[in-house]
Structure formats: structure tokens, C-alpha cells
Antibody, heavy 120, light 111 residues
Framework: QVQLEQSGAEVKKPGASVKVSCKAS????????IHWVRQAPGQGLEWLGV????????TYAQKFQGRVTMTRDTSTSTVYMETSSLRSEDTAIYYC?????????????WGQGTMVTVSA | QSVLTQPPSVSGAPGQRVTISCTGS?????????VHWYQHLPGTAPKLLMY???NRPSGVPDRFSGSKFGTSASLAITGLQAEDEADYYC???????????FGAGTKVTVL
């Protein structure tokens, strides 16, 4: 079945960068776009952007343009989300998610989440 | 401040019906973009509950239903059960932001 497996928790200092991975399995990697969503403590869900694993094209939320970079490695069926210039407000659980429901843009498969803590 | 507005909380006794509203604007729900709903329990990944207003993924009970009117959508839970206690989020696409947006979430409490 379709699964997304994310990398483990990270602790970073302000100003540093973090790179979270999301490994896809159970389907043809290039078939579905992969989105990134985060949830800061006590806050709601926030969409960061999306990558097309087929050609690597990306679309980022306006808020994160210039600070978030999404890439993919087709040889390992893995997408990466790198956030630079980290600040305390970036402390959050980061999820990758994909859309397999044909004709809809609903995120039906999610990774387990990666906790990123930004602290001096 | 979220582009999609949800009430912070709703509550009901077991067996009752509760509804959660999601109010948007002409650049998202009112523009005809789909609305989807997610159930989120602490420590777990969000779960797709409803897509395209009133379509349930396999395994989601028919106690959950959705609707849309104008620039708003709503999720109804009938026959409320203790296991329904969770946070619920609506999601759509916004053409002004050129991206996907979520509501701030609604906490459902079963009394």
C-alpha cells in the first residue's frame, strides 16, 4: 500500500538549516505530487508547498518562498524539504502528504511526521 | 489569521449532532475550489475525513457528512461518539495566495 516514511526528529540552532526526508513506497514514485504541511505547537496546520516527483518542479507557499527548498531523488523514491535560516517559530511537526484520490486535491496519505525543534 | 475561518471549539453529548463551519471567500471556497476535511488526533498524522464536500474515504463512517453553500462549507457529525473527540480542519485552495490553505481547526469535545 502507499506509504510515506519520514526521517527522525531534529534539533537545530537559530540560523541553521534542516533537511527532512520523506521516502515513498507502494506505488510508482512519479505518479503523485508530494506536499509538505507543518503544525507548530498549539497551532493549526500550515501548507508549505508541493513537489512533482516526475520533473522536480515545485510550488511554495508565498510565506516560505526563498527559505524552503523541496527536492527529490528518483533513485530512492525520496523527497526532501530543506528550511534555511531557522527561527524559533519554525519549531513544529513537519508532515509530507500525497494525493492519490484521482481528480481531487485532498491529502489522503500522510507521513508520520518529523519534529523539528529550533532552540539556542 | 487563517484564510478559512472555523469556530475554535464545539461540543456535544454522546449521540448528539454537531456541526463545524468553515467560512472562506471569493478566492477559495466561493471560487469553486474543493473543500476537504481532516481529523487530527494528538501524536498522530492528520486523517482525511471528507473530500469534495461530501465524499468519504473508505472506512470513514457515514455519521460524517459535508455540505457547501456559497463561500462556506460545513462538516456534520451525527450520533457523536467518544472516539470523535479530536481536532478538525477544513482545507481548500486559494487563488489569491496561489496555494493551499487550512482553517485554524476546531476542537470537538464529547461531553
Amino acid at each position: 500500500q502507499v506509504q510515506l516514511e519520514q526521517s527522525g526528529a531534529e534539533v537545530k540552532k537559530p540560523g541553521a538549516s534542516v533537511k527532512v526526508s520523506c521516502k515513498a513506497s507502494g506505488y510508482t514514485f512519479t505518479s503523485y505530487y508530494i506536499h509538505w504541511v507543518r503544525q507548530a505547537p498549539g497551532q493549526g496546520l500550515e501548507w508549505l508547498g508541493v513537489i512533482d516527483p516526475g520533473d522536480g518542479s515545485t510550488t511554495y507557499a508565498q510565506k516560505f518562498q526563498g527559505r524552503v527548498t523541496m527536492t527529490r531523488d528518483t533513485s530512492t523514491s525520496t523527497v526532501y524539504m530543506e528550511t534555511s535560516s531557522l527561527r524559533s517559530e519554525d519549531t513544529a511537526i513537519y508532515y509530507c502528504a500525497t494525493v492519490t484520490v484521482t481528480g481531487w486535491d485532498a491529502f489522503d496519505i500522510w507521513g508520520q511526521g518529523t519534529m523539528v525543534t529550533v532552540s539556542a | 489569521q487563517s484564510v478559512l475561518t472555523q469556530p475554535p471549539s464545539v461540543s456535544g453529548a454522546p449521540g448528539q449532532r454537531v456541526t463545524i463551519s468553515c467560512t472562506g471567500s471569493s478566492s477559495n471556497i466561493g471560487a469553486g475550489y474543493d473543500v476537504h476535511w481532516y481529523q487530527h488526533l494528538p501524536g498522530t498524522a492528520p486523517k482525511l475525513l471528507m473530500y469534495g464536500y461530501n465524499n468519504r474515504p473508505s472506512g470513514v463512517p457515514d455519521r460524517f457528512s459535508g455540505s457547501k453553500f456559497g463561500t462556506s462549507a460545513s462538516l456534520a457529525i451525527t450520533g457523536l461518539q467518544a472516539e470523535d473527540e479530536a481536532d478538525y480542519y477544513c482545507q481548500s485552495y486559494d487563488s489569491s495566495l496561489s496555494g493551499y490553505v487550512f482553517g485554524a481547526g476546531t476542537k470537538v469535545t464529547v461531553l
